[in-house]
């Protein structure tokens, strides 16, 4: 099982990334002339503040919002509301202005079989941000990058000539967090990243991501339904709920004091389960 997260200095770190009342509404429309009738509020008014080095967990049932959310703050979908990293205003950019942030803010996605392409090897998948952000490198260099990303998270060099269906489920995810990697991200974007492993293997890379984080200093956005795994891995959380936070605090506060009565069935249905 994935160990408790160790004690924090108490030092507070910076905010990399603010936003303030995102809204993803999608239109629901009918009739012949496809008319707008109403919305599905799929991200609802959130604010969220990511901090250097820490980590906000995201929890919530099926259909919350939380991950329409991770990827409104990547600006991966359109969204209302006010996104700031870095100081600088993200939302209102267009593509080619964000094309240089990209590398700064990455994510990893749930399903470590379906988000790496059979027909490519390890060094392809993970290289692929090298071909956009540093295509000058050398055929040695780019080798040289993608093999210290893959000993970054614990893989041998060699093995980015091999291919993703020679690899266990928890290495496949390690292969897709050292793609994530590759550019020095700051804002990791976490979908999910467990939900497809086995207990022994959450835990296993729930211990990696620490020391990534401990090493690299990245703020994460972990979003997960698992309580467990939040509780080994945030700093603070958000509890979302039909597209709105309900709850949000220190992680110590809501998952052992939770007041709103979601979240308090959220930890009773964990605990019948024997997540905790």
Same mark, same amino acid.
């Given at each position: ?8 200095? @108490? =030092? ?13 509404? $999608? ?11 109403? &919305? ?23 259909? %919350?919002?939380?991950?329409? !959310?991770?990827?409104?703050? !990547? ?20 593509? @080619? ?15 470590? &079989?379906?988000?790496? %392409? ?29 093999? =210290? ?8 060099? =060699?093995?980015?000539?091999? &291919?993703? +269906?020679? $690899? ?47 090493? !690299?200093?990245?703020?994460?956005? $972990?979003?997960? +339904? ?7 891995? @945030? ?19 809501? !998952?052992?004091?939770?007041? +709103? ?14 997540? $905790?």
């Amino acid at each position: 099982m994935p160990s408790p997260r160790p004690p924090r200095a @108490a =030092a507070e770190p910076e905010t990399i990334l603010a936003a303030d009342a995102v809204k993803v509404w $999608f239109p629901l429309k009918s009739g012949l002339l496809r008319r707008t009738t109403g &919305y599905v509020k799929a991200v609802d008014g959130v604010d969220v503040r990511l901090k250097r080095g820490r980590t906000v967990g995201v929890v919530g049932e099926s259909g %919350s919002g939380k991950s329409t !959310l991770g990827l409104a703050l !990547l600006r991966l979908i359109g969204s209302e509301g006010r996104i700031v990293f870095e100081g600088a205003e993200i939302s209102a950019m267009k593509s @080619a202005q964000l094309r240089p942030l990209r590398r700064a803010m990455q994510v990893v996605f749930q399903d470590p &079989y379906g988000s790496l %392409s059979p027909r490519l090897s390890v060094g392809g998948i993970v290289g692929e941000g090298l071909d956009i952000h540093a295509p000058g490198l050398s055929r040695d260099d780019r080798r040289a990058r993608i093999g =210290a990303a893959l000993a970054e998270v614990g893989l041998e060099p =060699a093995m980015q000539d091999r &291919y993703p +269906h020679e $690899f266990s489920g928890g290495q496949r995810q390690r292969i897709a967090i050292a793609r994530a990697l590759i550019l020095g991200p700051q804002v990791l974007v976490l979908d999910e990243p467990t939900s497809a492993l086995d207990v022994s293997v959450q835990a296993q890379i729930v211990d990696l991501l620490r020391e990534i984080q401990e090493r !690299l200093d990245i703020a994460f956005l $972990f979003i997960s +339904h698992d309580l467990k795994v939040v509780r080994a891995l @945030a700093d603070e959380i958000l509890v979302m709920k039909d597209g709105k936070v309900v709850e949000s605090g220190a992680a110590e506060a809501v !998952l052992n004091r939770p007041q +709103h009565p979601y979240t308090q069935a959220l930890l009773e249905a964990a605990l019948s389960d024997r997540q $905790f």
